[in-house]
């Protein structure tokens, strides 16, 4: 049966920079609070008019040309977001279009920030039935068009920001890389701690002004509840991983957890008992970008020098659903 090996990553930020300052001109909120808080200093947000589609097509083209394939090497996308384009179809629709991928299917998904682990166990195992070789594996959100921006929504609208990040995955015979295992799960009973309510098909009309004025438009949380949960959920589903492979935190090379907020990946590192060097962070530069944090981290730790063929990687995710889940990689 084959493996499966990352060939390439790429990602693609907007790029209007919104620093804490920034957003101190449109809510009560300040640079302290929240680099305190969240670590967060500064994230991107999308120009009026940019989609999905076309930031998802820019990391995937960098993923491509990381990989040096042609776009119609690729046999299937899966595609991860909380913020489609469009109602429906999905996003990955469009992105196939936009890259020529002729008929080639289009899987979306939708578990908001473990979307990418979600995609990685669906694409690792599509690839070992040996049905498709190449899969286009994309993360991609607008968070900034569904948050409130004034105070009553400054305790979501600091910690979210856009982006996409997008990794090739290739079927491999080479047993030294490739993925080891992935492990997903989800807990439905807290699905109203961490949700976007609106719209929804259920009710007649999907949206109206209802919908604004008691806030379902935008997305809430129960911050402390979403601590709790992330910081015991992401370290267990790790050693989960490692367990079924037989390894120790210590034989990890690269942690790269959902950038979710600093002090949670802290919390995760600590209980872990990972060294600062075994653990990749970003979110001070972009915010949580929900399914794209991992591949947006993945592609800039590749461009960094963090990984090296042979390394042990690890990725883990936590967020609304509850869903989470871990993938363990040999690089
Ligand atoms: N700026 C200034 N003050 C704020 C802000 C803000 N942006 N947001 C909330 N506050 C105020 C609150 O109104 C409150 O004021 P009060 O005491 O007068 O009522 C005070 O700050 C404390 O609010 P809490 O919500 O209790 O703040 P907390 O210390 O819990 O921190 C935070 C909030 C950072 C969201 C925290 O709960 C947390 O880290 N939660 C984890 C959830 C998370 O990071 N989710 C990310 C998305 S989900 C995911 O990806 C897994």
Not at 90 to 100: D, I, Y
């Amino acid at each position: 049966m084959p493996r499966t090996a990352i060939i390439g990553t790429g990602h693609w930020v907007p790029e209007r920079v919104v620093t804490n300052d920034d957003l101190t001109e449109l809510m009560d909120t300040s640079d302290e609070w929240i680099r305190e808080r969240t670590g967060i200093r500064e994230r991107r947000w999308v120009e009026p008019g940019t989609t999905g589609a076309e930031m998802a097509t820019r990391a995937s083209r960098m993923a491509l040309e990381d990989a040096g394939i042609a776009a119609e090497e690729v046999d299937a996308v899966v595609l991860a977001t909380l913020s489609p384009d469009h109602f429906f179809p999905g996003t990955g629709v469009f992105l196939a279009r936009e890259l020529g991928l002729g008929t080639a299917p289009a899987i979306d998904l939708r578990a908001q920030c473990s979307g990418f682990v979600y995609g990685l166990q669906v694409a690792d195992a599509l690839i070992r039935t040996e049905q498709y070789r190449t899969i286009l594996l994309v993360g991609v959100e607008i968070q900034s068009t569904g948050l409130d921006v004034s105070t009553e929504g400054r305790d979501m609208a600091v910690l979210f920001g856009d982006g996409a990040g997008a990794a090739l995955l290739r079927a491999t015979d080479d047993p030294t890389r490739g993925v080891l295992s992935t492990h997903i799960h989800a807990e439905g009973e807290h699905a109203e701690i961490l949700w976007g309510d609106a719209p929804a098909s259920w009710r007649h009309p999907r949206i109206g002004p209802d919908d604004f004025d008691e806030r379902r438009v935008y997305p809430s949380m129960a911050g402390r509840e979403v601590f709790k949960h992330a910081v015991t959920r992401m370290p267990e589903v790790v050693r989960e991983a490692l367990d079924a492979n037989g390894l120790e935190p210590s034989e990890i090379d690269l942690l790269i957890p959902h950038q979710a907020n600093l002090r949670i990946s802290q919390m995760v590192q600590k209980r872990l008992r990972l060294s600062d060097e075994q653990v990749f962070n970003n979110i001070e530069k972009y915010g949580n970008t929900t399914a794209a944090t991992i591949p947006i981290a993945l592609s800039e730790a590749v461009r960094l020098g963090r990984l090296e063929r042979g390394d042990l990687l690890c990725l883990t995710a936590f967020g609304s659903g509850f869903t989470w889940g871990s993938a363990l990689l040999r690089w």
